[in-house]
């Protein structure tokens, strides 16, 4: 009766999965029109139907934080789910369209799908064209006049003249060369000098403060992006374990793990483990006995003390195997959570990267040696065995595995030694080119 039961639920949860699958595409049309729609009511409501710009109404840079950050919002909203209802409907065949069909599932007509698909094109095509533009107005804007080297008469004249602006190539615009970072410039001059003279150019800029007050808030808003992103990258691997072992894993392995069929123990390890505790039990029976002067036990009251402790341990070690076998499949979830993050959040990673380059690199000499130094001694230094050991050790406890000593000593002699040459290729191959003094810190401090 009890496995009837469990299996018209499993049924039933498989039957609402797959409405819920066949649904995909209308849900995730209408998911992205509504962002669209709520899009287009800011756009009527406070920037007379305009996109939504700073340029489009006058209002402080709070409230354009407020409406920018709501924009952001639901253009990723409606990217998101219009993905998802291309990739659905490429997944569904003429088969399950019949299945739909079938279980009374209506889908919209192609002509109401259309006209969601043209008024969410028409309102997202406002905002991704933004980037082209700006790329489009740096490369036509007039630079100052600039000396210029003139050959003529066989003389050479100094004369002032203006830089052409560089053509655009009207084709193969997305192939143009991406702009380098600081590990990939070198220059003739120290850096350090370089940023001075850049520096006292952009204070003697009178559109300067526009350009501080514009790289602020852009700072800002990239430091806001990558911290959320960061938190996401913890927070939902870690919820998506805890719900995943307590609503989907955590059931179906209690219902399928009867404790009168089911063996008690994982692996050696937890067996000897409980007969150790189960031992000591006995002997702390017998040294309380002794200093409180009672009169001895008896056999049979030692043997009900011992088999209640026993039966104790057996429930206990019974539930940290079901625990281990849970956090495997959680787990599993887990990394697929963190996964589907990396995979739809590309423009997060990028502004991410950017966060790290200007933190790492923005350093003083002193900080980097402290931090290379710091993660170096953790990771690949004399004592760094020894925590490896803890943690691949607290690893195979979480999944219920054996401590493999072999496999943890062939780990420890590996994996630090290819760490610590991945530190060094770096020290060499970036550090040592854009901060020398930096490297030679670290050298001192090292020593």
Known sequence: MKNSVFSQKIYSFLLDTYRWYLQTPERSLHQA??????IKEIENKHFNGNKIDIDSAMYS??????????????????????TEFRASRWFLNEENQKAAQKAGIEHPSP???????NFID?????????????????????PPNIPVDVISDDKLLRVNAPMLPPKIPTQGLDKR?????????????????????????????????????QNFRQAQRRTIISI??????????????????AFVVGPLVEEFRETEQIQIFLNSEMEEEALVE???????????????????????????????????LAEEFRNESSNAIKNVFADIFSVVAFIWLLVVSKSSIAVIKDFFD?????????????????????????????????????????????ANRDFIFLFIATFPVILDTIFKYWIFRYLNRISPSAVATYRNMNE
């Open 33 to 38: 029109y509504d962002a669209a729609l709520k």
């Open 61 to 82: 840079n709070s409230v354009m934080d407020y409406f920018e950050s709501d924009l952001n919002k639901l253009l990723k909203t409606a990217k998101m789910r219009l």
């Open 111 to 117: 002509s109401l799908v259309l006209e969601k698909l």
């Open 122 to 142: 028409q309102v997202i095509s406002k905002y991704t064209i933004i980037p082209e533009q700006i790329t489009s107005k740096a490369l036509v804007a007039k």
């Open 177 to 213: 060369p991406k702009p380098k970072r600081k590990a990939d410039t070198m220059g003739v001059l120290p850096r350090s000098i370089l940023s001075t003279i850049t520096r006292l150019q952009v204070e003697l800029d009178p559109n300067s403060e526009q350009e501080v007050i």
């Open 228 to 245: 959320r992103f960061i938190l996401l990258l913890i927070i939902v691997p870690l919820l998506t374990h805890q719900i995943a072992k």
């Open 278 to 312: 189960l031992h000591r039990f006995e002997e702390k029976l017998k040294f309380e006995n002794l200093i409180t002067k009672a009169p001895p036990l008896l056999p049979e009251r030692m043997e009900i003390e011992l088999k209640n402790r026993a039966v104790e």
């Open 358 to 402: 200007h933190i790492v690199y923005g350093l003083s000499d002193s900080a980097k040696a402290f931090i290379i130094i710091l993660f170096t001694d953790i990771f690949v230094g004399f004592h760094s065995p020894h925590g490896w050991e803890v943690l691949l050790e607290g690893v195979s406890r979480h999944w219920g595995l054996p």
